[in-house]
């Protein structure tokens, strides 16, 4: 079991009011957990500070050789006043896979679980209580090694933060509009883009800069070698209903296994829609489109949840989805996810953890 020592806050901040805007990612609690590795020894002094800056020497090796992980999760609160977690158990098992490719040590998972549980309870008081928000739960790995050299670093520091959010996308449910990249490429398959690590962001900042300059929202990456067969947004793995089938990108080792991809993908076949995990081409989407046949595009991820999408823009092409509006599988699949995450579902998968 996790030994976990507590140092608490003499001066906590003012927590934001239940009409105060919350923007995504921007207020932090007051508390994080920290631990950190020696080669050698393993894991060690697991504990819950006060929210602090870090010290790190310049040659620390996270700066020079990006050896970091990051995970994203959300607590919530229920309709009865519990606290609850989505799945925990897929973003630990994904942390421990990206650990894996980029040589870091593994989590325990139960000690991964027990801290996260530990934190959100101490601040569970900060998890806010509005329609469309949550408490987003950001645990990441950074390399400390002061060495200038390629090889994975003997020591490591892992945390937690937390921060109340409000909704990802300023648009909510509502449609976003989203911009093909068939230009610049964010990875390939043997690379890292199965892995959740900050060099699949970094990469891909030039072309939401481009979008946004456009009046996109959102990115949609293709394939690295012959730029046609679609990957996944760049915060949301993407799903297409083509004549009531749904299609979604098939994981090939370049993608993000996201746990809400595996929760929709659960759900759609619970309903009985046959869902095809496989390569789509852009172009197969756009002779969908020309044919009527295109009848719903969503993404899904941690932040987003479900993300309608109202329109594509690939080259000169727009693609416009259901007028712009949302569509009703987008919509189910958004109740269902957002009901089981706030109580008001009932939990029969086992997805749901509560944090007593």
């Given amino acids: 079991m996790l030994d976990i020592k507590y140092e608490l806050e003499k001066n906590p901040k003012q927590k934001p009011a239940e009409n105060d805007p919350l923007t995504f990612g921007t207020i932090f609690t007051d508390h994080m957990f920290m631990m950190n590795y020696e080669k050698g020894k393993g894991w060690f002094d697991a504990r819950i500070v006060p929210y602090q800056e870090i010290s790190l020497a310049p040659s620390a090796m996270v700066f020079h050789y990006g050896q970091e992980m990051f995970e994203g999760l959300k607590a919530y609160k229920s309709v009865d006043g519990r606290n609850l977690m989505f799945r925990p158990q897929k973003n630990i ?8 490719r980029i040589c870091i040590p593994r989590l325990d998972p139960d000690d991964f679980l027990t ?10 008081d900060w998890i806010p209580k509005k329609e469309g928000t949550s408490l987003y739960v950001r645990p990441f790995i950074i390399a400390t090694d002061p060495f200038l050299g390629v090889r994975p670093s003997h020591t490591y520091l892992f945390m937690i933060i937390l921060s109340p959010s ?16 068939d230009e610049c490429v964010r990875t390939v398959k043997g690379g890292i883009g199965e892995a959740k690590v900050g060099g699949n962001y970094v990469a891909s900042i030039l072309s939401q800069v481009k979008a946004h300059d456009l009046g996109y929202t959102q990115v949609l990456w293709l394939d690295g070698i012959e730029r046609k067969y679609i990957e996944e947004v760049g915060s949301m793995n993407i799903f297409f209903k083509i004549n009531n089938t749904i299609i979604t990108p098939v994981l090939s080792g370049s993608i993000l296994p996201g746990v809400t991809r595996d929760s929709a993908i659960t759900l759609c076949k619970d309903w009985g829609y046959t869902v095809e995990e496989r390569k789509i081409s852009i172009d197969e ?3 969908a489109h020309q044919a009527g046949t295109l009848e719903e595009i969503w993404g899904t991820g941690t932040a987003a949840i479900i993300s309608p999408v109202g329109e ?9 989805v ?5 569509g009703e599988l987008s919509q189910r699949l958004y109740d269902e996810v957002t009901g089981m995450q706030l109580g008001r579902i009932q939990d029969t998968r086992d997805w749901i953890v509560e944090v007593k």
């Fill in 93 to 100: 098992e994904r942390a421990n896979k990206t650990n894996d």
């Fill in 115 to 124: 801290a996260l549980k530990a934190l959100i309870k101490l601040e569970e």
């Fill in 166 to 181: 409000g909704l990802y996308y300023p648009e909510g449910l509502n449609p976003v509009k989203i911009w093909v990249e």
């Fill in 285 to 287: 989407v756009y002779e």
């Fill in 312 to 320: 594509l823009k690939w080259e000169e092409r727009v693609m416009k």
């Fill in 322 to 326: 259901k007028d712009g509006k949302t």
